[in-house]
C-alpha cells in the first residue's frame, strides 16, 4: 500500500470483547455481536470474547487475565455500567486501573445525550489503562455499543487519526 506524505498505514490492533451479564448467552449477546463486527469491519482483530456474569470479583479476575495477555491490546467490555446494585463493572474496571481516562465517559454521555436525552445520565461509562492494555466499559445495549464504537472507538482506535489517536501512545503506555 502507497501513502501520501504525512499519511500513516493502518495499524490493526487486537481487541478483547467482554460481555458482563447474568442472562446473555453466546447465541443471544447482541451488543458483543455488535463489537465484534464492527471490530473486524475496521480491519482490527478480534483477540478473545468471553461473557461473564455480574460480579465484581468475575469481571476484575477477567480483566486481569486480558491486562497480562501479550495478545490482547484493548478490551472492550458490554454491560453492568447501569445504577442497579448487581451494577458493577466500573468498580471492577477502576480495581485495575493504573491510570484513568474520564474524557471517555464524558464524551461518550455527551454524544449519548443527543440520542437519548438525559437518560444518558444513567450511564457509568468509563475507560482507562492497566499492564499497557487500553480498557473500555461501555453500557449493555447494542446501540450503545454502535454509538461508542462509531463516534469514539473507531477513530482512536485509528492509527491514521489526526491530531492524536490511543494507538500511537501503545508504545509509551508502560513508561514509568
Known amino acids: 500500500m502507497t501513502t501520501k506524505k504525512n499519511e500513516r498505514e493502518f495499524l490493526p490492533v487486537n481487541i478483547a470483547v467482554l460481555t458482563v451479564s447474568d442472562t446473555r448467552t453466546k447465541e443471544d449477546d447482541k451488543s458483543g455481536d ?3 463486527d464492527r471490530i473486524a469491519g475496521a480491519g482490527h482483530v478480534l483477540a478473545d470474547r468471553d461473557i461473564v456474569r455480574d460480579d465484581l470479583n468475575a469481571i476484575t479476575a477477567k480483566l486481569k487475565q ?11 467490555a458490554t454491560g453492568g455500567t447501569g445504577v442497579t446494585g448487581r451494577d458493577v463493572t466500573p468498580e471492577a474496571f477502576h480495581a485495575v486501573y493504573e491510570k484513568e481516562i474520564p474524557g471517555f465517559g464524558e464524551l461518550f ?7 437519548i436525552g438525559t437518560s444518558t445520565i444513567q450511564s457509568r461509562a468509563t475507560a482507562g489503562v492497566a499492564g499497557g492494555t487500553y480498557l473500555f466499559a461501555l453500557p449493555g445495549s ?20 489526526k491530531p492524536c489517536n490511543f494507538v500511537e501512545l501503545m508504545p509509551r503506555l508502560m513508561e514509568k
Not at 66 to 76: E, G, Q, S
Open 109 to 115: 454521555r455527551m454524544l449519548s445525550f443527543e440520542k
Open 66 to 76: 486480558w491486562i497480562n495477555d501479550p495478545d490482547v491490546d484493548v478490551v472492550l
Open 142 to 161: 447494542p446501540s450503545a455499543c454502535r454509538d461508542a464504537w462509531d463516534d469514539i472507538l473507531v477513530h482512536q482506535l485509528d492509527y491514521r487519526f
Open 34 to 36: 455488535t463489537l465484534a
